[in-house]
C-alpha cells in the first residue's frame, strides 16, 4: 500500500498485485503437505488403514469404491479378443498385451507375407499379411512393427474389386506411413526370427518380495530387522507356494545362490499357470548382526518391482518407507483370525502415480477367506502388476530403447537373408554365406588390390620428387592425372624425329591401367608384364589359399 501511494495508481496496481502473488505462494507452501506423517498418524491411535499416502504424495490407494486409482486410457486393465490367456478357476485373468501373441496365433505355420522397409522418420518397419475367410467374407490380417509400437488389426475386403497394395495397407494402421517402397521378405526362417521378436516381452518367471511388518513399525530398518516368522506370516507364506531348499535347487532361482548357500537355505517358490515364481522372503534372507540396513535383505527385496507387506495387526504402511528405486507396486495383506477355520485376509493395493491401474479389482469389502480363490487373486494381482509397472516412465524408456534395438536387428537381419537368397548380397555376405565367388571373384579382388597399391606408390613418387613420373611407371598414369596445369606446363623442344603423341586414353579390359602410351613401347614392356602377372598370381594363390581355409 506505501509502494502504491508513492509511485502512482499504475505502478500501486502492480505492487499489490505482487503482494498477492507472493501471498498466494505463502499459502501453497502451507498447504503443500496434504498428507500427515505416520509418526502422527500412528500418535493418534487406531484403528489405522492398511495403507496411507506418503507427505508428499506420488503414489495411488485401490479400494473397492475405486477411490485415487487411475481410469486413463493407459490402464493394463483390458481384454482383448486376441488377448490372452484364459481365466483361472475362479475367473481371475492374467493381463497381458494380445498383440505380441498375436503373429504366432494367426501367422506361425500358416500362409502369409512379411515385408521390410526403412523411412526417414519413423525407422524401420516390419509387415505381416495374411489373407483370411470367415463366414464367407473375406479379410487381411495385418501386424506392423515401428520402433515405438506394434499394431495388429484386421481389415474387411468387402466392396474392393482388388487387393489393395503394401503401402496402402500399411497406411490403413498408421497415417505417417506414406510413399514408402516395402521389399518381400525372401528367407525361410523369418518366422521364427519374427515370433521371437514380437514375443521378447513376454515374461514367464516373476520374482516378488514379501516383507513381515509387526505392530508399529514404521521404518524400513525395523521391516528388515524381523528375524522370526510369526505361525500367522508361516501360514501366508505356506499359501503363497512351497517352501524349497536352495541348494542345488533346478528351477526359477530368482537371483538366489542355489550353490554356495550365501543367500539363505530356503525359500518359497511355486508354479501359477505355467509362470515360475520365486519369492524373496525378508525372514528367509540372510540376517547381518550390527547391520541396521540389513542390505543382504535389501539388495535382493529393493531389485524386485512388487512386494506383499504381510500385517499381522493394524499398522499402518506408507509406500516410501522404503527406498528403493525399482520397488513400484504393493500388495498389503492383513491378517485377521490367524490359524483358525475363520481366518480372513484385507488387501489394499497402492502403486506408484504413473503405473497404471491393474486387475483384477477388490471387491467391496477387500476381505477374502482363507483359500484358494485368495491365493488365486492374489498370485494374479501380483503378475498384472509387474506387468503394469513396466509401463511406468522409468521402465517404459528402457523397454522403448529395448524394442528399438532389437527392430532394427531385426530389419538388418532379414534385408541380409534375403539378399544372400537372391544372390545379391555383398563380396563379405559371401564369404559369410559360404560362397567365395570362384577363381573370377578371387582375381578380381586381387586386382583391385593391385591397382590400389600402384596408385599409392605414384602418389607418394609425385610428392617426393616434385610431380616428375617414372619412367617404369608412365603407363599407369591415365589422362585425368594433376602433375601440370596450363599455368605451369611449358611444351618441350620437340624435334622431327619425336612427333608429338596423344595423351593415353583409359581403355576397358581386364587390365585398364597397363595400357601404356606410345613412348613406353620398348623391349622392357613384356618383361614388365610377366613380372606384374608374376606377382599378381602370387597373390592371387595366397588369397585363395585364405578364402578357402
Not at 504366432?104 to 522397409?117: A, I, T
Not at 540372510?286 to 500385517?311: M, W
Not at 541380409?416 to 555383398?426: I, K, V, W, Y
Amino acid at each position: 500500500i506505501t509502494v502504491a501511494r508513492e509511485t502512482g495508481d499504475g505502478a500501486g496496481q502492480e505492487a499489490e498485485a505482487s503482494a498477492e502473488f507472493f501471498d498466494m505462494l505463502e499459502r501453497m507452501q502451507d498447504d503443500y503437505i496434504p498428507y500427515p506423517r505416520i509418526e502422527e498418524i500412528v500418535e493418534k491411535g487406531g484403528p489405522y488403514s492398511l495403507v496411507i499416502l506418503p507427505q508428499f504424495g506420488g503414489y495411488w490407494i485401490e479400494d473397492a469404491e475405486n477411490v485415487g486409482t487411475p481410469t486413463s486410457s493407459d490402464s493394463s486393465y483390458y481384454e482383448e479378443e486376441d488377448g490372452g490367456l484364459s481365466p483361472g478357476t475362479f475367473g481371475y485373468k492374467l493381463e497381458c498385451n494380445g498383440t505380441v501373441r498375436a503373429y504366432r496365433k494367426h501367422f506361425l505355420g500358416k500362409e502369409h507375407l512379411n515385408f521390410y522397409c526403412t523411412t526417414n522418420s519413423l525407422g524401420n518397419l516390419i509387415l505381416s499379411l495374411k489373407y483370411e475367410e470367415a463366414e464367407g467374407q473375406e479379410y487381411l490380417r495385418i501386424i506392423l512393427r515401428s520402433r515405438t509400437k506394434t499394431l495388429h488389426d484386421r481389415i474387411s475386403l468387402a466392396g474392393l474389386s482388388k487387393l489393395p497394395s503394401v503401402p496402402q495397407i500399411a497406411k490403413l494402421l498408421c497415417d505417417d506411413v506414406t510413399g514408402l517402397k516395402f521389399y518381400p521378405v525372401l528367407y525361410p526362417r523369418a518366422s521364427q526370427l519374427i515370433v521371437t521378436y514380437d514375443e521378447h516381452e513376454v515374461n514367464n518367471t516373476f520374482k516378488f518380495g514379501v516383507i513381515y511388518q509387526k505392530f508399529g513399525q514404521i521404518s524400513e530398518e525395523d521391516l528388515f530387522g524381523n528375524n522370526e516368522e510369526s505361525p500367522a506370516f508361516t501360514e501366508f507364506l505356506n499359501l503363497l507356494g512351497d517352501k524349497i531348499e536352495l541348494l542345488d535347487f533346478k528351477g526359477f532361482r530368482g537371483g538366489l545362490d542355489v550353490a554356495h548357500g550365501q543367500t539363505g537355505t530356503d525359500s518359497v517358490y511355486t508354479v501359477f499357470r505355467e509362470k515360475e515364481i520365486m519369492f524373496h522372503v525378508s525372514t528367509k534372507l540372510p540376517y547381518t548382526e550390527g547391520d541396521p540396513q540389513q542390505l543382504q535383505r535389501k539388495r535382493h527385496i529393493g531389485n524386485d518391482i512388487v512386494a506383499a507387506i504381510f500385517q499381522e495387526e493394524n499398522t499402518p504402511f506408507v509406500p516410501d518407507m522404503i527406498a528403493s528405486n525399482f520397488l513400484h507396486a504393493y500388495i498389503v495383506v492383513q491378517v485377521e483370525n490367524a490359524c483358525t477355520d475363520h481366518t480372513t485376509y484385507k488387501v489394499s493395493v497402492t502403486a506408484r502415480e504413473d503405473v497404471p491401474s491393474f486387475g483384477p479389482p477388490l471387491p467391496n469389502p477387500a476381505v477374502f477367506k482363507k483359500g484358494p480363490e485368495f491365493r488365486e487373486f492374489l498370485l494374479t494381482k501380483l503378475i498384472n502388476a509387474e506387468n503394469a509397472c513396466y509401463k511406468s516412465d522409468k521402465f517404459a524408456r528402457l523397454e522403448g530403447r529395448t524394442r528399438a534395438a532389437l527392430l532394427d536387428n531385426l530389419h538388418d537381419e532379414l534385408h541380409r537373408q534375403t539378399q544372400a537368397m537372391l544372390g545379391l548380397g555383398s563380396d563379405d555376405d559371401k564369404m559369410e554365406n559360404g560362397s567365395h565367388g570362384g577363381l573370377l571373384e578371387s582375381f578380381k579382388r586381387a586386382m583391385r588390390v593391385r591397382s590400389h597399391s600402384m596408385e599409392t606408390m605414384v602418389g607418394a613418387h609425385k610428392k617426393q620428387h616434385g610431380g616428375g613420373v617414372p619412367g617404369s611407371l608412365s603407363g599407369v598414369i591415365s589422362q585425368s592425372s594433376t602433375e601440370c596445369t596450363k599455368s605451369t606446363f611449358t611444351p618441350p623442344n620437340l624435334s622431327a624425329k619425336s612427333p608429338l603423341k596423344s595423351p593415353v586414353k583409359r581403355r576397358s579390359g581386364l587390365f585398364p591401367r597397363l595400357h601404356a602410351s606410345a613412348d613406353s613401347q620398348t623391349d622392357s614392356r613384356p618383361r614388365r608384364y610377366a613380372a606384374l602377372l608374376k606377382h599378381c598370381a602370387v597373390q592371387l594363390m595366397e588369397l585363395h589359399a585364405i578364402i578357402t581355409s
